[in-house]
């Protein structure tokens, strides 16, 4: 058990270290289909050799989360979402209780314009973030209840009206959240 609580460790600080850029970018980052169509094309073909470095790594151990996420990570810096989900997920299969895997799983699905497994994804983030790691937590978590929002606004207004309003109470400044505010208030 101790073992797994400092490669937990160590898999969070990788994160930050090497895939912070893609988390902080979930907010505004927005995909274009034939690109991301073209860029997985071009990873399947000519080959990539930072993901086939991690794929050799975790041939060897298939339950390196660090390889994993940096694997993963690289799937989406080549825009490859299908892979990238797929790796998400078999870390959520090994760390459960790791939220930054399911938020990264929903920026991966909203990528793909997968709307409702991201919408999923993004309530599966929130329930998994502890309460000790709100603060640090608050900016993702504000996009996770303005994207929930944001989807639910059609099919349930009062579920909708909830979320904004915690996005909101976490992150008061972000002028998206607010004219939706407006817009389901009005």
């Known amino acids: 058990m101790k073992t797994a609580k400092v490669n937990i460790k160590n898999l969070f600080l990788g994160l930050i270290l090497v895939g912070g850029a893609s988390f902080a970018n979930a907010q505004t980052t927005q995909t274009d289909s034939a690109n991301n169509t073209a860029n ?4 399947s073909q000519t080959g990539n050799p930072t993901i086939d470095g991690l794929k050799k790594q975790i041939e060897a151990n298939p339950k390196d989360t660090e390889s994993l996420s940096k694997l993963a990570t690289a799937y989406q810096d080549a ?6 989900i797929d790796t998400w997920k078999k870390i959520s299969a090994l760390l459960p209780d790791w939220a930054p895997s399911y938020y990264s799983q929903a920026y991966a699905y909203q990528s793909a314009k997968d709307d409702a497994n991201a919408k999923l994804a993004y309530e599966k983030y929130i329930a998994t973030v502890k309460p000790e790691e709100v603060e640090q937590n608050k900016k993702n978590l504000a996009y996770a209840y303005f994207y929930i929002a944001f ?5 349930d207004p009062n579920k909708a009206k909830e979320h904004i309003a915690k996005s909101i109470q976490y992150d008061p400044t972000n002028q998206d959240a607010i ?3 407006k817009t389901l208030n009005s």
């Not at 997985?40 to 990873?43: D, E, F, L, P």
């Open 40 to 43: 997985t094309a071009a990873t």
């Open 79 to 84: 825009s490859d979402w299908t892979n990238a």
């Open 151 to 155: 989807a639910e606004q059609q099919s």
């Open 179 to 181: 004219k939706l505010s």
